[in-house]
């Protein structure tokens, strides 16, 4: 049974780097993070938040402290973004100081039907942000 709030962990022992998404953003982090434990030998931790009205602050500041390091893939605009909760999330409890890589859409109007996908992240734009973190 889902509890309101409550986020969903894949691989939850692995601590070299942490996703942090929702919604479509979860299938593209799961082929992500494969590739990116492949490429770079890391365990990867995906935390799907599933809510996002109120932020789960607590569950965030949790994996975040866990893991050395944090991407984030939001669907939205790189503007006013649910991204920008998260990192605020990851600021106040202390953990800002790790190395960090945000995976957004395009600010642009939002389109429809197929051009809805030539504005939102990719699975290679995840896995680019994890060798920006792997430099770090």
Same mark, same amino acid.
């Given at each position: 049974?889902?509890? *309101?709030?409550?986020?969903?962990?894949?691989?939850?022992?692995? #601590?070299?780097?942490?996703?942090?998404?929702?919604?479509?953003?979860?299938?593209?982090? !799961?082929?992500?993070?494969?590739?990116?434990?492949? =490429?770079?030998?890391? =365990?990867?931790?995906?935390?799907?938040?599933?809510? !996002?009205?109120?932020?789960?602050?607590?569950?965030?500041? =949790?994996?975040?402290?866990?893991?050395?390091?944090?991407?984030?893939?939001?669907?939205?605009?790189?503007?006013?973004?649910?991204?920008?909760?998260?990192? #605020?999330?990851? #600021?106040?409890?202390?953990?800002?100081?790790?190395? *960090?890589?945000?995976?957004?859409?395009?600010?642009?109007? #939002?389109?429809?039907?197929?051009?809805?996908?030539?504005?939102?992240?990719?699975?290679?734009?995840?896995?680019?942000?994890?060798? =920006?973190?792997?430099?770090?």
């Amino acid at each position: 049974a889902l509890v *309101l709030g409550e986020e969903r962990v894949y691989n939850p022992e692995a #601590t070299d780097c942490v996703i942090f998404s929702y919604g479509n953003g979860m299938p593209m982090s !799961l082929r992500a993070a494969r590739q990116i434990e492949a =490429k770079h030998g890391w =365990k990867v931790r995906v935390v799907d938040l599933r809510w !996002l009205v109120p932020l789960n602050h607590v569950a965030i500041a =949790k994996h975040a402290g866990a893991c050395d390091r944090i991407l984030i893939v939001d669907e939205g605009r790189f503007s006013a973004g649910i991204g920008e909760g998260i990192i #605020t999330a990851i #600021t106040e409890a202390g953990h800002g100081g790790k190395p *960090l890589q945000r995976v957004v859409g395009a600010d642009t109007y #939002t389109p429809l039907a197929g051009a809805a996908f030539l504005v939102i992240p990719k699975d290679e734009d995840i896995v680019a942000a994890a060798a =920006k973190l792997a430099k770090d």
